[in-house]
């Protein structure tokens, strides 16, 4: 048992380290008029910003404060996404403060039916982590009693108008919260809980009041119209809630190829691999995924395969079944992504593909290409990838990195996107996993796509 001596001496070092104070917590803005606003929804809180290694605050001594004490590092953000409340404590600062807004706990299914129904989508991303924490314990027992202390959180909120393709608004607000009482970990109520006092300060901001309010016009960007020397594609309508992707444009100098696709997997499927199955193929030296039929020439059915199993080649062998082989054609290749189009005399079974990226914190499934089985996990951002031409999604997963090519699904078992070659992550986001999101897979392949989703 600590004496009253010892007591003291531990006291002195916790002076000694707590060097700052959590800011003051401002009053809430009076709430906005019922029915003022547009309808919007959550669309989840984005962690790719946060760097592995950088530190997020310490452990102090204290009068009842145990060890180890010292410094505390961000690694994978894994606790955070385990179980979060990110979406519920929006949609609660939010139904407070008077905006329409869909979703929260216990809201899942109507949120997804209600997507479609909100005009705005609000992402956040978390860029800043400060916590000054005490492990509790128990002076008699030296039982363990929780975590107590402060902390705050900094994060840039995005206000998205997906059926116009245009962000609104764009702030970055600061949360905090304290705990006096010990609490199982603790450390990540406190993270949430500073999340809620920033959703507060968003609410309040005015800009964005603006930006959601019924008849708000946002004014024409200043920005000089681009001639771009390509071909236009089709659009597609926004999906679930998110931005559509951009208009698709085909290389210059190709001419597009028109490919009918199945119609998407709607809610949820437990077996989202069997899904991939029947349109996982075998080609050359790996596996291609069948994504439609193409609509002119003869027809046949498109294949996207990994070019490393094309070994360079302009024609391979593509066996659908036991017995079966059919000639394929390479059509398109992108070494930039690592892939080829391939083309088939034949009509075979088609992934849906999914060509809005999924939205961050969505759930998804890595299906290692061949072994028809996936592994869980959760999308951690999307980043523009200036080299590529388009956007990268990322993703933290369970289990062994992807290879080249292999498959990421959402929920419902439809095409997200296909790893990228040369590792599993962009610099400085270890240790996500990084994807091109489908639809700009088959925007950079010069892929015109006839489905309506």
Request: charged fraction near 20%; proline fraction near 10%.
């Amino acid at each position: 048992m600590r004496t009253p001596a010892l007591a003291l001496v531990l006291l002195l070092p916790a002076c000694a380290l707590s060097t700052w104070d959590p800011p003051p917590r401002t009053a809430m803005a009076p709430a906005v008029a019922a029915g003022s606003t547009e309808p919007l929804r959550f669309g989840g809180l984005g962690l790719a910003s946060m760097r592995r290694g950088t530190e997020i605050g310490r452990y102090l001594w204290g009068l009842d404060c145990a060890g180890p004490v010292g410094r505390e590092f961000w690694t994978s953000g894994r606790r955070l996404r385990e179980g979060a409340t990110w979406e519920d404590r929006f949609y609660t600062v939010m139904a407070d403060a008077g905006f329409a807004v869909t979703g929260g706990a216990g809201r899942f299914y109507e949120a997804k039916a209600q997507g479609r129904r909100a005009r705005y989508t609000v992402s956040a991303e978390l860029k800043a982590i400060r916590l000054e924490l005490c492990r509790r314990e128990d002076w008699i027992t030296g039982a363990d009693r929780g975590i107590s202390g402060y902390g705050t959180v900094t994060v840039d909120w995005a206000l998205y108008d997906p059926e116009a393709q245009r962000l609104l608004h764009r702030v970055t607000t600061t949360g905090s919260a304290t705990t006096d009482t010990g609490l199982p970990e603790g450390d990540i109520f406190l993270i949430e809980e500073a999340f809620s006092t920033a959703a507060e300060g968003l609410a309040a901001d005015d800009g964005f009041r603006a930006a959601v309010a019924k008849g708000f016009v946002p004014p024409l960007p200043d920005a000089p119209p681009i001639d771009v020397p390509a071909v236009a594609g089709p659009m597609d309508p926004p999906m679930d809630g998110l931005p559509a992707p951009p208009v698709a444009l085909i290389p210059a100098g190709l001419a597009p190829l028109e490919v009918d696709g199945p119609p998407l997997f709607d809610g949820f499927v437990e077996d989202a691999a069997g899904r991939l199955a029947a349109a996982l193929v075998p080609v050359g030296s790996g596996h291609g995924i069948v994504v439609g039929a193409h609509r002119h020439d003869g027809g046949g059915s498109v294949l996207l395969v990994p070019d490393a199993a094309l070994d360079g080649r302009s024609a391979v062998t593509v066996r659908p079944a036991a017995g079966v082989a059919l000639d394929g054609t390479v059509e398109r290749r992108d070494a930039r992504l690592g892939l080829a189009l391939v083309r088939v005399p034949a009509r075979l079974t088609a992934l849906p593909v999914r060509r809005a990226p999924p939205a961050v914190s969505e759930a998804v499934h890595l299906a290692t290409g061949g072994r028809r089985r996936t592994a869980p996990g959760i999308v951690g951002g999307l980043r523009p990838d200036p080299e590529r031409g388009c956007d990268v999604l990322l993703a933290d997963l369970d289990g062994p990195p992807p290879r080249a090519g292999d498959a990421l699904l959402d929920d419902a078992g439809n095409l997200a996107g296909l790893a990228l070659p040369g590792g599993p992550a962009l610099p400085g986001a270890d240790p996500l996993a990084a994807f091109v999101p489908a639809g700009e897979v088959l925007r950079l392949l010069g892929v015109s796509p006839m489905r309506a989703d």
